[in-house]
């Protein structure tokens, strides 16, 4: 039976380099960032606009933040109760079904 591709681990020829878009997705992003100014313009007249709701206002806000000022870290706390790194235990036992 013969092996399709290149084996596993071996060297890859060809092909894009890694985090070149291609032709389309380029021209895609493109297109749209014309729209770039509008867009946020849109938002901040969402997020002025007191007859909107609070969360429509809320995430108009939030993108305007993201986007001017990147998105705020996200933090996730591993340590136990005690301050420590505990890794967790997990307890394997293996069943005789003969008996």
């Known amino acids: ?4 591709g290149r084996p596993p681990g071996g060297e890859k020829f060809g092909g894009r ?10 021209d ?6 014309t729209y770039g100014p ?13 007859s909107k709701p609070d969360a429509a206002r809320i995430a108009a806000a939030k993108e ?9 870290p996200q933090s996730l706390d591993l340590s136990s109760s005690d301050g420590t790194l505990t890794p967790a235990v997990i307890q394997l036992m293996a069943v005789d079904k003969a008996q």
């Open 64 to 72: 305007l933040l993201d986007r001017g000022f990147g998105k705020s």
């Open 38 to 50: 509008e867009a946020v313009e849109i938002l901040a007249e969402i997020m002025r606009d007191e």
């Open 17 to 26: 380099q890694k985090g070149v878009l291609n032709k389309a997705t380029a």
């Open 1 to 4: 039976m013969a092996t399709v």
């Open 28 to 33: 895609v992003r493109k297109m749209a960032q």
